[in-house]
């Protein structure tokens, strides 16, 4: 009888603490998170003003090539990430994204956002200690750049998402910013985003189970052209966004 009840103990104590954790994670998600992300535009504000985007139709063209992008190129370091979320694997990690991100705007972004996503998860997540001890052992370093994905896949491999949850929340993510950066850049309304986001969220998902669960050595570009003109974002006369 005693044995029952210690069972039924540990479960519930089991069960208390995957609860608790599904809020994190959920969290990690949350809009309020000050990550920085809202910073960004992820190139859209340089492809309005050199008129490749100029109506929501070509918005939602542009995001399904964006979405596309990022996924094939930056997936692989996210699964890569949480497979295996140690220091070793994420130093390893971080420095062949920056060797693969040529384009100086989209690196310079990709390491505020990791920069400000590792601090905050380090601070706010204070039940799993190993973000503080990794993040506070690899400041200071040189060899150490911080990009974005590869600490994604870090803290969410930590706070026990399985890859393809972690995999749609990083696309999510971006659709999320995006669609945040075009309705400030007046391309679309808010309630235009939501209806966009609701109906690219379909391709959305074929997206992911064509590149998901791929490693860091299949990493590639799908769509250049994005990447070249996220790189005359500096080049701008006036600018809303960081990137």
Known sequence: MEETIEEDERRDIVMSRASCMQWSQWQLLD???PT?????????EAAVQTR?????????????????NTA????PFVYSALKSPDIETWHKLDGILNATLTNQVSSKASMSQG?????????VFTEIPNLKMIRDASLG???????HAPIFGLVCGLLGMDPETSQRAYLFVTLRDVLSAATRLNIVGPMGASVMQHRI????????EKWMDREASEACQTSPLLDVVQGCHGYL???LFCS
């Open 52 to 68: 490749l985007v100029s109506s929501p139709e070509d918005l939602e063209t542009h995001i399904i090539h964006l979405l596309d």
């Open 115 to 123: 920069s400000a996503l590792f601090r905050i998860a380090a601070s």
């Open 36 to 44: 920085g992300g809202f910073a960004h535009s992820f190139g859209l």
């Open 31 to 33: 809009s309020i998170l």
């Open 237 to 239: 006369f006036s600018r």
């Open 72 to 75: 094939s190129l930056l997936l």
């Open 141 to 147: 370093s040189k060899n150490v750049y911080f990009h």
């Open 201 to 208: 969220a379909i391709v959305a998902e074929t997206v992911l």
